[in-house]
């Protein structure tokens, strides 16, 4: 079992910049593939950024490539999302998810999830 807990969300100006946390629980956190995924007002949930549990790879969405950054601390059981050049679309409710040994980075494959962190964009 692995309880996520999001940080660092908050309420910004269009270009300004945010880094989210997420901590996780658990001895072995360096065997999960860790992801950001987000919902806006109205809309589905969707995959924001991911990064692999044995080479420390990032995958990104188009919308935030060039702008966020996803990095890993295995040492402190916490993985960070920095979120640069925001603009008001990325405005929603920011999730953590873990999966255990997990190559790819669909929805599906994430067995844990955090609470969420809220991110607002003003215009």
């Known amino acids: 079992q692995v309880q996520l807990v999001e940080s660092g969300g908050g309420l910004v100006q269009a270009g300004g910049s945010l880094r989210l946390s997420c901590a996780a629980s658990?001895?072995?956190?360096?065997?999960?593939?860790m992801g950001w995924f987000r919902q806006g007002p109205g809309k589905e949930r969707e995959f924001v950024a991911a990064?692999?549990?044995?080479?420390?790879?990032?995958f990104y969405h188009d919308s935030v490539k060039g702008r966020f950054t996803i990095s890993r601390d295995n040492a402190k059981n916490t993985i960070y999302l920095q979120m640069n050049s925001l603009k008001p679309e990325d405005t929603a409710v920011y999730y953590c998810?873990?999966?255990?040994?997990?190559?790819?980075?669909?929805?599906?494959?994430?067995?844990?999830w955090g609470q969420g962190t809220q991110v607002t964009v003003s215009s």
């Open positions: 990064i692999t549990w044995n080479n420390g790879r990032g």
């Open positions: 658990g001895r072995t956190f360096s065997s999960y593939t």
């Open positions: 998810a873990a999966a255990w040994r997990y190559s790819g980075y669909a929805e599906g494959g994430f067995d844990y």
